[in-house]
């Protein structure tokens, strides 16, 4: 059993649609992330939870909507998306530890909005 | 300026060869640093931390340099499975970890 699950690994969605990515850490890690990697560029982050609390939100879209039921799943939740959100979605964990994070990824959801 | 600029190479080398590449970050007070390796279409992994006497591990060697703000990977006796991106990583604040666009090295027979 990997350390990390996120389905689906591919999704293909209209813009008027609702979907929604899952994740699920195995590791006892008290924090879960969403990052967004598009072609050639940076991982962005989008969202932090720790101890289930939303502790960051790098101003991503209201079309975007997390929610960390507790501290071992982590949903984001699409609706009316653009074609430029076309993107890798990674979902990670981490166990905090001030200035010593490692991150352990899933598998990722690629993402295409037509 | 980007907070972690790297090289995007592609550094293209034969096997048995060493490559080696750095990252450049924009904060000094940055914390931690670490390497990450991408496959296509995978998820990044850790790699190795990055400690501030350089460590080594296999074939793999990281170096900080702080004055400069700079952190350096090396490869030493190059395989085909070391082809892949190489994501420069630092720790700037609590849970903000910032991640530089890789740099992409293609190891050929």
């Known amino acids: 059993e990997t350390g990390v699950t996120q389905t689906p690994r591919h999704l293909v969605m209209g813009m008027t649609n609702k979907k929604s990515l899952k994740c699920e850490q195995h590791?006892?890690?008290?924090?879960m992330y969403w990052y967004k990697q598009s072609a050639k560029k940076p991982l962005e982050l989008m969202f932090v939870?720790?101890?289930?609390?939303?502790?960051e939100n790098n101003s991503v879209p209201s079309r975007f909507s997390p929610e960390c039921p507790n501290s071992s799943h982590l949903f984001l939740h699409l609706h009316t998306l653009q074609p430029e959100d076309s993107a890798l979605y990674l979902c990670?964990?981490?166990?905090?530890?001030?200035?010593?994070?490692?991150?352990?990824f899933g598998s990722g959801t690629q993402l295409s909005v037509l | 300026r980007k907070e972690v600029e790297q090289d995007p190479g592609p550094f293209n080398v034969p096997e048995g060869a060493t490559v080696a590449f750095n990252c450049t970050y924009s904060n000094s007070a940055s914390q931690s640093f670490f390497w990450y390796r991408q496959d296509c279409r995978k998820e990044p992994k850790l790699l190795m931390s990055?400690?501030?006497s350089g460590n080594e591990d296999g074939r793999f060697t990281a170096q900080l340099n702080r004055a400069s703000q700079y952190i350096s990977l090396l490869i030493r006796d190059s395989k085909l499975s070391d082809s892949a991106t190489y994501l420069c990583?630092?720790?700037?604040?609590?849970?903000?970890?910032?991640f530089g666009a890789g740099t992409t090295v293609t190891v050929r027979a």
């Open positions: 990583v630092v720790n700037n604040h609590d849970y903000k970890l910032s």
């Open positions: 939870y720790n101890f289930k609390e939303q502790t």
């Open positions: 990670a964990s981490s166990e905090v530890d001030r200035g010593n994070e490692k991150l352990f």
């Open positions: 590791l006892g890690h008290n924090a």
């Open positions: 990055v400690y501030s």
